[in-house]
């Protein structure tokens, strides 16, 4: 009687196998891999536009907050007057950029900001929208001459960059 033992026969491992792993369990860590890569990528883009649009309302805020105080004796023709005169603001803009020279147009963490005549007719003063539709946020910000701040979720995608900016008066609103 011959007793064997099953673990050391070699015609029991599979034929193609790494390190002890066969190539289908290879197959399936890949898969897995692969789907957590996925999942994590697509959790942190939308943490970051989530970010983005929470910044862009923080410092609409704190705009519509400047201008209702008592630091300015006319209402300011640029959003870089704005922040100038405001010294509470210049910490909100340490890194972002003003993209005309009127300081009119600024870009900071994925938004842009323009700044509205209001004696023009308009409804809004300062106007935030994505830089990059759908990479750097979705929806849309303005706050009005009366300080008060509004949200266009921009579904259709009508407001992205430089090309595509909100118009003077947005239906709803």
């Not at 970051?48 to 410092?59: F, G, V, Y």
């Not at 209702?68 to 890194?95: C, G, I, Y």
């Not at 949200?151 to 407001?159: K, P, V």
Request: glycine content about 10%.
């Amino acid at each position: 009687m011959q007793i064997g033992n099953s673990f050391n026969d070699s015609s029991s491992a599979p034929a193609h196998s790494i390190a002890g792993i066969s190539m289908m369990g290879i197959a399936t860590l890949t898969a897995v891999f692969s789907v957590i890569v996925v999942i994590t990528l697509s959790s942190l883009r939308g943490m970051a536009i989530s970010e983005n649009e929470s910044h862009a309302k923080n410092l609409l805020s704190a705009i519509a907050n400047s201008l209702n105080s008592e630091v300015f004796a006319a209402t300011p023709r640029s959003l870089e007057e704005v922040t100038q005169t405001d010294d509470s603001l210049k910490s909100n803009l340490t890194d972002g950029e003003f993209l005309t020279e009127d300081g009119r147009l600024f870009l900071r963490h994925g938004y842009l900001f323009e700044w509205r005549d209001a004696a023009a007719g308009g409804a809004f003063v300062l106007v935030a929208w994505p830089f990059d539709l759908g990479q750097t946020g979705q929806t849309a910000y303005a706050l009005t001459r009366e300080g008060k701040l509004v949200a266009n979720l921009n579904q259709d995608g009508s407001w992205g960059g430089l090309d595509h900016r909100p118009s003077k008066s947005w239906p709803g609103f």
